[in-house]
């Protein structure tokens, strides 16, 4: 998909999770790695057990990365 479809269902989601809040409905998003509750125009998050975990690992940033060089070393644009 493209990226503007993409922006286009992310900014209808978060609308109409905006507008549920304003006419105080409840909402509970389940995302694994979190659970979000809106009640009463409040929210609640709690996360996964394992999250805070893995984020203490003391290779974490290490291991989530995809590489180690500058970005500016590989977004380049080949003109010809």
Partial sequence: MGKDVVDDA?????????DLIRLDKDINLQMGFCAMKF????LIVHFA???SKD?????FENNMRRTKSPVANLWTTNTK
């Fill in 49 to 51: 057990p394992y999250l």
């Fill in 39 to 42: 009640t009463n125009r409040k």
């Fill in 10 to 18: 992310l900014e209808t989601i978060f609308t109409a999770i905006e």
């Fill in 55 to 59: 984020l203490a690992d003391k290779d």
